[in-house]
């Protein structure tokens, strides 16, 4: 693993972590930005692993869609993607009165929560199998 990937993998799991202690918390707000950077970051560290040129970008879809065209399976779903992207600007901005029905619950932040834990494991699985298949190329 590059040293760009175990840098982008450091901040994921610090926004892992956080995501999960916020939600302890009943701090539902930071617990989603947590969740989406998160998920995002493990993501870019997986096209970062693999190759793939990074784009300035904070959308889930766009960059789960990046990784399909190249074979590999994010293991989101679309509406996971579509919900991660939604949450992005509310969770960091107060935009009130241009998305007057987002209010962050335990409900929401918990399912966000719980789907950056199965990225995380889907892109360390991911990696280890890239190491490993490097590691086999080496040897040949």
Known sequence: MNDETRMWLGYAEENLQSAELLLKNHLWNPCLQNAQ????????????????????????????????????ESGLTEDQCDLLDSIYLPSKYPLGSALPRFVPDEEVSRQCAQIAERVAERVRHLLSDVGQTLTDATRD
Not at 53 to 64: D, F, G, V, Y
């Open 37 to 72: 950077q998160a998920v995002e970051k493990f993501l870019k560290a997986l096209l970062i692993e693999c190759a793939i040129p990074l784009k300035r970008t904070h959308s889930i879809n766009e960059l789960a869609r990046m990784l399909a065209e190249r074979g590999i």
